[in-house]
């Protein structure tokens, strides 16, 4: 926080914000630390009540346990939002959506039963171990991933445009060649027939049984291998111009095999080896 905003704030708050939102301060680490440990007992107690044999015995104190988590959780959430300057601004960011949905299951569960097994999400917090640690780098590489899906995603949608007109059409034609005698019923059927076939997946629940069509089903299957390369291809190729955009080669050293080098790098800024 800038010290301008620092001297607007009251003392308390000021302190507030260094506990639960810095953790360079030995408080703040401490109270990371701790909430990590707090969010991992409580995923383990939601993933533990979603077993029948457990939930039977210890259903009750599950229960109990599990709206102590939310109230520690509403608690340190409200802290967020008494901490900084402006709280709407934390609430709409990252974070503190993540923060929010952390307590909202357990809430909605009153009016919404079921509710509460979207409570596994308070897993995406632990996502804080990046900033507790230190782990920058591991948070570039996240952003230089981010970065590439982003620029990708027209192409991603352009392709799955014509995936979806492609299984339209062998559904379609399974439809026509099988009939219902085999079990292919209607063509939205015969269309799930064809998006199993031609991801590879393979559930078996439906099967052509004439010649004419296994042999629809093996040009499907062959598609699907030569259809699945190619938003992995989209990908890489945005994340090699994401790469480059930054600066960044993806050259790896020929010695210590460490990535991350700059575009115009001529020895490895780890070992010194020559690239």
């Known amino acids: 926080m800038p010290k301008s905003e620092d001297s607007a704030l009251p003392a308390w708050r000021h302190r507030l914000y260094e506990i639960v939102f810095e953790a360079e301060t030995p408080a703040g680490r401490a109270?990371?630390?701790?909430?990590l440990g707090v969010i991992l007992a409580s995923v383990a107690v939601v993933l533990a009540e979603s077993v029948p044999e457990l939930r039977a015995v210890?259903?009750?104190l599950f229960h109990a346990i599990e709206w102590g988590f939310t109230a520690l959780f509403t608690v340190e959430y409200l802290?967020?939002?008494?901490?900084?300057?402006?709280?709407?601004a934390w609430a709409r960011s990252f974070f503190g959506v993540i923060d929010l949905l952390a307590v909202l299951p357990t809430?909605?569960?009153?009016?919404?039963?079921?509710?509460?097994?979207?409570?596994v999400l308070r897993a995406l917090r632990l996502l804080r171990i990046f900033r507790i640690f230190k782990l920058a780098a591991f948070l570039s590489e996240a952003n230089l991933l981010l970065a590439a899906l982003v620029a990708s995603r027209r192409k991603i949608f352009v392709f799955l445009g014509t995936v979806l007109l492609l299984v339209l059409v062998l559904g379609?034609?399974?439809?026509?060649?099988?009939?219902?005698?085999a079990g292919f019923v209607?063509?939205?059927?015969?269309?799930?027939?064809?998006?199993?076939?031609?991801?590879?997946?393979?559930?078996?629940?439906?099967a052509p049984q004439s010649g004419l069509g296994r042999f629809v089903a093996s040009i499907v299957m062959l598609l699907g291998y030569s259809i699945l390369a190619v938003p992995t291809g989209i990908f890489t190729g945005e994340l090699l111009a994401a790469a480059r955009r930054r600066g960044i080669s993806t050259q790896a050293c020929p010695s210590c095999g460490a990535e991350g080098h700059d575009l115009d790098a001529r020895h490895c800024k780890f070992c010194g080896a020559k690239l």
Request: no cysteine; hydrophobic share 50%.
């Open 31 to 35: 109270f990371d630390i701790t909430l």
């Open 172 to 181: 379609s034609l399974i439809y026509l060649v099988e009939g219902e005698a």
């Open 186 to 206: 209607s063509i939205p059927r015969s269309m799930y027939w064809a998006i199993v076939t031609l991801t590879t997946v393979g559930y078996g629940d439906l």
């Open 79 to 88: 802290l967020r939002l008494l901490a900084v300057r402006r709280p709407l």
């Open 58 to 60: 210890h259903g009750e």
């Open 107 to 119: 809430w909605l569960a009153l009016v919404l039963p079921g509710a509460q097994t979207l409570l």
